[in-house]
């Protein structure tokens, strides 16, 4: 009989999660090489990037071009891949690096997407994504990447909440 009450408790988170909280895999997509894809129906309104046992150390870590001048340019055209360039001439990386991409990094472009920001989420001071249509399975989730502006003025109109933090 296992006797650790925090064990059981991140054994029950985690199962939670995956019974109610996992909803995508990634997976080939019609939009361009890899996306994220439904695995099960989502209704709208659904947050879709909900972790367990996550105390949210891991929110990422904006860093300007100018400071990756001694990175390797494989390294940096990796990053590029994967990261949109979200800030005057910044790039939010994981804070654990390039190789704990998390699968939001996956999501493709869409002008119609069907994914939104929202500050509903589980962490404190970061965006998440949540569904802004139902969305079913075998569906690529997509985000608008035009709402990642590198003009700060319309990052602070798009994102009001952030200017508090100035």
């Known amino acids: 009989m296992n006797h650790h009450p925090k064990e059981n408790q991140k054994k029950e988170s985690l199962i939670n999660n995956l019974k109610n909280e996992t ?17 099960k129906d989502i209704p709208k309104g659904i947050e879709i ?3 367990c046992n996550d105390d ?15 990175v390797d ?11 949109v360039l979200s800030g005057p001439s910044t790039y939010p990386f994981p804070c654990k690096g390039l190789n704990s991409i998390n699968i939001i ?6 002008d119609r997407p ?11 001071d970061f965006v998440s994504f949540v569904t802004s249509r139902d969305i079913r399975k075998g569906e690529e989730l997509t985000q608008d ?3 990642l502006s590198n003009d700060e003025e319309k990052l602070s109109k798009q994102f009001p909440f952030l200017n508090n933090k100035k």
């Open 23 to 39: 909803f995508c895999k990634i997976g080939v997509s019609e939009i361009s090489g890899v996306g994220v894809i439904a695995i």
């Open 56 to 70: 949210g150390a891991d929110l990422p870590v904006e860093i300007n071009t100018s400071d990756l001048k001694e």
């Open 105 to 110: 990094f996956y999501l493709n472009h869409s």
């Open 73 to 83: 340019e494989n390294v940096i055209k990796h990053a590029k891949n994967f990261l």
């Open 49 to 51: 990037f909900k972790c």
């Open 145 to 147: 990447y035009n709402n």
């Open 114 to 124: 069907n994914t939104e920001f929202s500050l509903a989420g589980d962490l404190d």
